[in-house]
């Protein structure tokens, strides 16, 4: 598979992976872990920094390796995991809405984690929420969101159906038999969908 090295004190050089070793190594370690890559018996310690991929068969077409500072931090985005099992779940049936779902992050690249694991049992009721300056990073990572932001919550069932029914404008016109009859257009209503699974 054809690839790209570069990056401080690199020269772009164009390489070709191994796909299979590819696929080993990516599933693994993700997009923010750093990776050794050997070129003319040197190794670099190097990031993905970016993949191109077969739309239809999801077969790696193409990838950037790119060797970062060792004294400059730089920003990623690294996916939330959540674990544990919530008992406002589990006992009052509720749904846990994930608000982050990814965490933008900047620290240096040798610090970098690949996953931020959320613990969900602390969500026992449907007032406890997770907050952003609840989870556990890494020494030397910079969160760039508010402190207070909501990472999780649970909602009871009938909330999240009330809240992906978008209600009517209060002083809304409602529309005459003769406007219905003469197929007046009108904007049809939409809702938002979150990421709700438990």
Do not use: C, W
């Not at 969500?123 to 910079?142: A, C, M, T, W, Y």
């Not at 932001?149 to 009938?158: E, G, N, Q, S």
């Amino acid at each position: 598979m054809p690839a790209v090295l570069y990056g401080e004190g690199i020269k772009n050089a164009s390489i070709d992976v191994s796909e299979k070793d590819f696929d080993n190594v990516y599933a693994e370690a993700g997009e923010s872990s750093l990776l050794s890559v050997e070129l003319d018996g040197k190794k670099y310690d190097v990031l993905i920094h970016q993949i191109a991929k077969d739309p239809l068969t999801g077969k790696f077409l193409h990838v950037d390796f790119y060797k970062p500072s060792t004294k400059k931090k730089i920003e990623a985005e690294i996916p939330l995991v959540f674990e544990g099992e919530s008992l406002a779940v589990k006992d009052l049936d509720g749904i846990l809405v994930r608000e982050v779902q990814v965490l933008h992050v900047k620290g240096l690249a040798h610090n970098l984690p690949r996953e931020i694991v959320v613990d969900i049992s602390g969500l026992k009721s449907f007032e406890d929420r997770i907050h952003v300056s609840q989870l556990n990073v890494p020494d030397g990572i910079d969160i760039m969101r508010e402190p207070e932001d909501i990472v999780a919550l649970v909602v009871p069932v009938a909330e999240e159906k009330e809240e992906q029914e978008i209600p009517a404008e209060e002083g809304a016109e409602v529309p005459s038999e003769e406007a219905a009859e003469g197929g007046s257009e009108t904007e049809e209503p939409h809702s938002t969908e979150k990421d709700e699974r438990s």
